[in-house]
């Protein structure tokens, strides 16, 4: 039985409600991409320190091969997503503009590139440590969004103990459905994830957080959850930012995380389903993290789809096998509409991180014109953080960066609530992120 309290009630405070666009994708099948003949493999795909290259140019590579081991505790393994060969490691162009350090492959015109289950050890004999080194093995980061290395949720600190996991499977983000599909395609596999942290966390229960918008989704797992099992489904209203970690929290438990405390001090990990299934991959059949689930969506492209593609695949080859983009288009976003980055160039690759690649026509990408605050107080209704965003940005707009941080400006999360409801057409969110930008900069 889901908690009814979550139907009824505020299931956090603030928040906003952007239009969903979610048809256009959340009934289609996940279809695997062709594989191609170049990957560029960009180091940097992890919060923390990017990987080492183990490999030069030449090598002979498997696909699910490493290709470049972790540097610190906060980092993860890069594994090769084609059998191929090592053409290139130089600086190649990402998302977000400009180059970074990257491996590119070619792969082998004649391999299969199928990946045979490898054995990896047992979870059941293994400790937390364990299990946190062979997630590190595997590459996987918080899909999530922030690409935090996900092993590193794993090492608790002495005496923690941990009541709660939690699936994220709000996905609230508009047009974005690749965690819907997931949950509706491979709700085994989630479930076998979910057993395998929560047996070595030792959690007491999981709960799986998933918006209304996706019954289908919610079926689909409920009717694999064994009776004795401590796992739940809660459907959650729907309201954006609901995958925050905190408002989910906040939604499924009544528990506000203060500022600075990690979750796990309070006895909850929580992790994106995609993440958790990420896990059972590898400990059930040795797949590393090589493919990531997108979704391609937005009136500018000609056919939407959920995608499974390989790292490395250029966002303009996923376009092409889509249909190409509409004359008209104006934008690509890699993310969603409220927290994705704008593309510098369409030859950036697909990251650990991609979740979406839209499209907008100039309807939907120019930006309003902005006027002068009005002081409505929208835009502090709105955010889930308590914050006053209204001031936030005229503090970035002056460059006062102490000030900035004396309100609060380490809590925001560039959830875009208040920009999406300032009538003044302020950037809000965008002020806010360069002047964070800024102060990373100047701190060196
Ligand atoms: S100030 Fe930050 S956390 Fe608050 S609504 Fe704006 S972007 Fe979201
Ligand atoms: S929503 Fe826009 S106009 Fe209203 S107070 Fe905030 S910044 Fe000012």
Known sequence: MHNLANLFFESFQHGVHPPEHKKHTDTLPTQRMP???????????????????????????????PIAEPAAFFSTTLHSPVTGWIRAIGNRRVAEGGFQSAIEIEADPYATQRLDPQPRPDWRKMSRDELAKEVQRAGIVGLGGAALPAHVKYVLREGVKIRTLIANGAECEPYLTNDHRLMVERPQALLQGIEILQTLLGAEQSIIGVELNKPDAIAELRRHILPDQPIRVEPLRVKYPQGDSKMLIKALLGIEVPPGVRSADLGIIMNNVGTITAIADWFEQGMPYIDRRVTVSGPGVKNSANLLVPLGTPVREVLRFCGGLREDTKEVLVGGPMM??????????????????????????????????????????????????????????????????????????????????????????????????DIRRRKG
């Open 340 to 437: 994705g980055v704008s593309i510098a160039s369409l030859d950036a690759p697909i990251i650990k991180i991609s979740g979406g690649i839209l499209a907008f026509t100039a309807q939907e990408a120019d930006r309003p014109v902005e006027y002068p605050c009005i002081r409505c107080g929208r835009c502090v209704e709105a955010c889930p953080y308590f914050l006053n965003p209204s001031k936030l940005a005229r503090l970035a707009k002056a460059r006062l960066f102490e000030e900035m941080k004396n309100v609060g400006v380490g809590e925001c999360v560039e959830c875009g609530s208040c920009t999406y409801v300032c009538p003044s057409g302020i950037p809000i969110v965008q002020l806010i992120r360069s002047a964070r930008a």
């Open 35 to 65: 594989f191609l003949a170049r990957y560029i493999l960009p180091l940097n795909q992890n919060l923390g320190a990017p990987p080492n290259p183990i490999v030069k140019v030449g090598d002979r590579v498997l696909r699910g091969q």
